[in-house]
């Protein structure tokens, strides 16, 4: 069983289009997580959910809108893309201790 | 706030020791170790809580100096699987929020 699983791996679309990932752990944590790591391996947090509860969003466009419609799934929609989007998109949960990362979703904007 | 690793990258042959260190500005509450293969997500390592712990499993260990704002880690008799790219992540205000450094690029030669 994938601890923390997300779809779609790969993602590549065009300029101006919309998508969504969707994350979803298994782990029974109370806190959810989205990281970008972009192409020179730097991890930044985008946001942070509690328990379906929006505790940290850092300053990312306002074109990304997370939704946690229970605590073991937090999706992120991203709305008109644009080639600095490319990137590769973790999610993550954690409870006491520690991360766990799902596998990543590597987007291309073209 | 992000803070700073060194060295970058570090090339060894098995069974030689390898130290990378994190340095933060900040004051922080806990310090936590991941490795990352190339095209895989972050696994976590260890988390260190208190000032002067030392912790670790097997041939990795790190220790985390409170006033000092640093955390180093230590690898003993590298082997092969412990090439990839090290983060620590650093939670500065007990929020759970990790801000991660840029990476240490590990290469164990045979």
């Known amino acids: 069983d994938t601890a923390v699983s997300q779809t779609p791996k790969y993602l590549v679309t065009q300029m101006g289009n919309d998508k969504s990932i969707k994350c979803e752990q298994n782990l029974g944590h109370d806190t959810m997580y989205w990281y970008k790591q972009d192409s020179k391996k730097f991890l930044k947090i985008m946001f942070s959910y509690n328990n379906k509860e929006l505790i940290i969003n850092e300053t990312v466009p306002n074109r990304f809108s997370p939704k946690s419609p229970d605590k073991a799934h937090l999706n992120l929609h991203i709305n008109s893309l644009e080639l600095g989007d490319s990137a590769v998109y973790f999610c993550?949960?954690?409870?006491?201790?520690?991360?766990?990362f799902g596998s990543g979703t590597r987007l291309t904007v073209v | 706030q992000q803070p700073v690793q060194s060295p970058q990258a570090v090339i060894l042959r098995e069974g030689e020791d390898a130290v990378i260190n994190c340095s933060s500005s900040?004051?922080?509450?806990?310090v936590h170790w991941y490795r990352q293969k190339h095209g895989e997500a972050p696994v976590f390592l260890m988390i260190l809580l208190k000032g002067g712990e030392q912790k670790g499993h097997e041939k990795i260990s790190a220790s985390f100096n409170e006033k000092k704002q640093q955390s180093s880690l230590y690898l003993t008799a590298s082997q092969l699987s412990y090439s990839g790219t090290y983060f620590c992540g650093t939670d500065q205000d007990q929020g759970g929020k990790l801000i991660f450094g840029q990476g240490t690029e590990l290469s164990v030669k045979p």
């Open positions: 900040k004051a922080l509450y806990s």
């Open positions: 993550a949960s954690s409870h006491l201790y520690g991360y766990t």
